[in-house]
C-alpha cells in the first residue's frame, strides 16, 4: 500500500521528468539568427569564357532552426540582399543590377526557404528550399556541411552555429536573360554562415 508521502514523491518525479525532458526538447531544437556579418554568399560564372567572374553579397539575414541530432527538423528561412552585390568593379556592379539582369530596384532582395532537408551523415545533408530570385520562385538543393556549435569566444558570449554550402543555379530559370554571349548560364554559389542563438539573454553558461 502506498502512503501519501510516497504518492506525493512519485507525482514530484513525474513532474520533474517533464519538465525536463521539455526543457531538452526545446534546447535541442533551438532557434537562431543569422548573422549578417558573418554569413556571406560567393558566387561564380563564366565572363565570356576568359575566366570565372566572381561577386560576393554580405547581409543576409533570417532564421534558423537546428538540432545537430535531427536534421530532418532543420528549417531555414534566409533573405539575400541582391542589391548588396559587389563584383569589385563600381560599373560592373551597376550593370547587373540593371533591369534586364538582376532589377535590383525592383528586386531588392532573393529569399530562401527550406522544404525538406535529406541528411547525408553526421555533418552534411541537402538542403532542398524555394529560392524567390528577380520575381521568380524555384527549386534550389543545397549541399550543406555543419562545421560547429559552440560557444562564441568573445562577448556576449552566445552560442553560434557554422555552416558552409554550395549550389548550382541556371541564371535563365529566373529570368536573368541579357547578355548570353558575355555571361554564362551556369552561376555556382558558395554560402558561408553563421548564426546566434535567438533571444535577448546572451548564452553565458553555454559549454564550449
Do not use: C
Request: glycine share 8%; hydrophobic share 45%.
Amino acid at each position: 500500500m502506498h502512503t501519501p508521502g510516497r504518492r506525493w514523491l512519485a507525482a514530484a518525479a513525474l513532474l520533474l521528468a517533464g519538465l525536463l525532458a521539455s526543457r531538452a526538447a526545446a534546447a535541442q531544437a533551438a532557434r537562431y539568427a543569422l548573422d549578417p556579418v558573418h554569413t556571406r554568399v560567393v558566387f561564380e560564372l563564366s565572363h565570356a569564357g576568359y575566366s570565372q567572374a566572381i561577386g560576393t553579397i554580405g547581409g543576409s539575414t533570417g532564421t534558423l532552426v537546428f538540432d545537430p541530432a535531427d536534421w530532418g527538423s532543420a528549417r531555414v528561412d534566409a533573405r539575400i540582399p541582391v542589391a548588396r552585390l559587389d563584383l569589385g568593379d563600381t560599373g560592373w556592379n551597376r550593370a547587373a543590377l540593371r533591369s534586364g539582369l538582376l532589377d535590383a530596384t525592383r528586386f531588392p532582395e532573393a529569399r530562401f526557404v527550406s522544404t525538406r532537408v535529406e541528411p547525408v551523415d553526421a555533418t552534411h545533408a541537402r538542403v532542398a528550399g524555394m529560392l524567390t530570385l528577380r520575381g521568380v520562385t524555384r527549386e534550389v538543393v543545397l549541399d550543406v556541411a555543419f562545421n560547429q556549435l559552440k560557444r562564441y569566444p568573445l562577448p556576449p558570449f552566445r552560442r553560434t552555429i557554422g555552416f558552409s554550402a554550395t549550389a548550382t543555379l541556371s541564371r535563365a530559370d529566373f529570368g536573368i536573360e541579357d547578355w548570353p554571349t558575355l555571361i554564362g548560364d551556369t552561376v555556382r554559389l558558395r554560402i558561408e554562415a553563421e548564426a546566434q542563438l535567438a533571444g535577448d539573454a546572451p548564452a553565458d553558461g553555454a559549454t564550449p
